[in-house]
């Protein structure tokens, strides 16, 4: 079983996407949440996080724009993104503790 990550699409420069994923973890209430994203050829970026007391991190490239945030009661993540730019596109993961990541969702940001 893997996470299911949603949402992506194509938007133009300045516009906003949220990301949902579904864990794939029973364990999702002591489990640490993260988005990845993955850019052919470069490493894969940590994008941002969330403890499971809801302290959040972010990598300076987003920092002010993407927004992270879980949802307990319903075991959902989730990645607000604002002010996308091209530099955003790339396929976007959901790291759920467990190891396995799932299919991502892409994302692509047109200048």
């Known amino acids: 079983v893997q996470p299911v990550e949603s949402g992506g699409d194509l938007v133009q420069a300045g516009g906003s996407l949220r990301l949902s994923c579904v864990p794939a973890t029973i364990f999702f209430r002591e489990k640490d949440m993260k988005w990845f994203r993955r850019v052919p050829g470069k490493d894969d970026e940590l994008v941002a996080q969330i403890t499971t007391g809801g302290i959040t991190d972010y990598a300076d490239s987003v920092k002010g724009r993407f927004v992270i945030s879980r949802n307990n009661a319903e075991e959902m993540v989730y990645l607000q993104m604002n002010s996308l730019k091209p530099e955003d596109t790339a396929v976007y993961y959901c790291?759920?503790?467990?190891?396995?990541w799932g299919r991502g969702t892409q994302v692509l940001v047109s200048s």
């Open positions: 790291d759920d503790g467990t190891g396995m």
